[in-house]
């Protein structure tokens, strides 16, 4: 059975971090990339970034690049968002994904991914 778990979302002020963690069973690693997502309310959900295993390419969306990176645990199968300097406008609920074959790049948000894990709320108050 393939399962995808999100964790580590809370609630955390404007400039603080946080480290999301995606659990990953039941799916060869290196067959998939794996992609954060977030949908904050009365938004349309948002690709923010990815990573193949395979051949270590990541993505950011531009509303992230420079303040979240994504890294893989290939021995774990647990793949992390580390996020910081963290704004209000990064509050959402954040979910991780798989696609096979792996891709990852500017189009992850239309993406049709394969796999999806429930989601983690992150908050960031002003």
Same mark, same amino acid.
């Given at each position: 059975?393939?399962?995808l778990q999100a964790?580590? #979302?809370?609630?955390?002020?404007? #400039? #603080?971090?946080? +480290?999301?963690?995606?659990?990953? &069973?039941?799916?060869?690693?290196?067959?998939?990339?794996? @992609?954060?997502? +977030?949908?904050?309310?009365?938004?349309?959900?948002?690709?923010?970034?990815?990573?193949?295993? +395979?051949?270590?390419?990541?993505?950011?969306?531009?509303?992230?690049?420079?303040?979240?990176?994504?890294?893989?645990?290939?021995?774990?199968?647990?793949?992390?968002?580390?996020?910081?300097?963290?704004?209000?406008?990064? %509050?959402?609920?954040?979910?991780?994904?798989?696609? @096979?074959?792996? +891709?990852? #790049?500017?189009?992850? %948000? &239309?993406? @049709?991914?394969?796999?999806? @894990?429930?989601?983690?709320?992150?908050?960031?108050?002003?």
């Amino acid at each position: 059975e393939v399962q995808l778990q999100a964790s580590g #979302g809370g609630l955390v002020q404007a #400039g #603080g971090s946080l +480290r999301l963690s995606c659990a990953v &069973h039941g799916i060869t690693f290196s067959d998939y990339a794996i @992609g954060w997502f +977030r949908q904050a309310p009365g938004k349309e959900r948002e690709g923010v970034s990815c990573m193949s295993s +395979r051949d270590g390419r990541t993505y950011y969306a531009d509303s992230v690049q420079g303040r979240f990176t994504i890294s893989i645990d290939n021995a774990e199968k647990m793949v992390y968002l580390q996020m910081n300097n963290l704004a209000p406008s990064d %509050t959402a609920v954040y979910s991780c994904a798989a696609v @096979g074959p792996p +891709r990852c #790049g500017a189009s992850l %948000t &239309h993406y @049709g991914m394969d796999y999806w @894990g429930k989601g983690t709320q992150v908050t960031v108050s002003s």
